[in-house]
């Protein structure tokens, strides 16, 4: 996943759904390869010790994953309640 900003004040709403959509394509890819990693393991192509580390890896990027998306979400609410800026 590519360098990630908590700085939402100057993001649009576009924005926002465009940094949703990365993360959502993020977890898809982490799901596929935890299958990958699990069928890997089932064929016994990887030992356990190196199965139990790329797991932890895995589950330490899925907590991130839901982090993210936690944040963006409270972000999307927030920015859809604002009232329209209008210009002056």
């Known amino acids: ?10 993001c ?7 940094s949703q959509a990365e993360n959502r394509a993020w977890g ?5 390869k935890t299958n990958a990693l699990v069928n890997n393991r089932l064929a016994k192509n990887i030992s356990q010790d190196d199965y139990v580390a790329d797991r932890r890896l ?3 990027d899925t907590t991130e994953y839901q982090r ?6 409270t972000q999307i609410v927030r920015h859809a309640a604002r009232p329209p800026h209008r210009e002056r």
């Open 58 to 60: 895995g589950h330490e």
């Open 12 to 18: 649009s709403l576009e924005e926002l759904l465009r």
């Open 1 to 10: 996943m590519s360098p990630w900003s908590e700085d939402f004040s100057e």
């Open 68 to 73: 993210r998306a936690a944040i963006l979400d």
């Open 28 to 32: 898809k890819e982490l799901r596929r």
